[in-house]
């Protein structure tokens, strides 16, 4: 029973590059969010998302960020003309329907702008 | 600002004592509370979570206990181990508005052997 998957695990962009993330629920699991984490701190929610439908894009940044989750496919978190700031580890969870209490989370992707 | 946070940011224990990992959260109308553990370049991983009509829930080794009175969360861990160093979050989900999770800023637990 494969777990939430992401890739990749590793990502380096230089300033002004894009960024793609990808993320892949649990089976059964139709939702989707996306956090960030900055060194020793705790996640920050950024964005959650059911199949074609953006629910909640309540704590991401309203330029050069975008999220999908197409009827087909991973989900995607897109950073588009990336900036140091954005170096961090993003996480993606998937839950049940219904259940949003009971996430589960994948291994992340560190991202690294130079 | 977060609605949930830490006591303290580290705890140091010795193999096989019970450790005591506190939360302090704002929202009263919060439903769920959860405990993550997170490794050292890993996804936080889910170990337990209570309802906010419960004040006690276990688990294997782990008890949590919710005190709403003074909206305080906290994690009990049996006979520590040394695979139970890692950092340990609490978040909270409320269900009647965004599905989202607020993290704590976490504790680091050391499990000295």
């Known amino acids: 029973n494969a777990g939430v998957m992401q890739n990749p695990r590793h990502l380096v962009r230089r300033r002004g590059q894009e960024a793609r993330l990808r993320c892949s629920p649990m089976k059964g699991h139709s939702h989707v969010y996306w956090y960030r984490q900055l060194p020793e701190e705790g996640l920050k929610f950024m964005v959650y998302?059911?199949?074609?439908?953006?629910?909640?894009e309540s704590g991401m940044p309203k330029e050069r960020f975008s999220a999908e989750f197409p009827k087909e496919g991973p989900s995607i978190l897109r950073i588009q003309q990336v900036v140091r700031g954005d170096s961090a580890a993003y996480f993606c969870?998937?839950?049940?329907?219904?259940?949003?209490?009971?996430?589960?989370f994948g291994p992340g992707t560190r991202l690294t702008v130079t | 600002g977060e609605s949930v946070g830490l006591h303290l940011p580290t705890l140091s224990v010795q193999e096989g004592d019970n450790s005591i990992i506190n939360c302090a959260y704002s929202n009263s109308a919060s439903d769920y509370f959860i405990w993550y553990k997170q490794e050292s370049g890993k996804g936080p991983q889910f170990i337990i979570d209570i309802r906010s009509n419960m004040d006690k829930r276990q688990g294997q080794r782990v008890t949590v206990l919710l005190n709403k009175t003074v909206k305080h969360l906290s994690l009990q861990i049996a006979a520590t181990q040394p695979g139970d160093s890692a950092v340990y979050f609490c978040a909270e989900n409320y269900q009647g508005g965004s599905e989202k999770l607020v993290f704590g800023k976490g504790t680091k637990l050391t499990v000295n052997p």
């Open positions: 969870a998937s839950s049940p329907p219904y259940r949003a209490y009971e996430q589960y």
């Open positions: 998302l059911q199949k074609e439908n953006i629910i909640d």
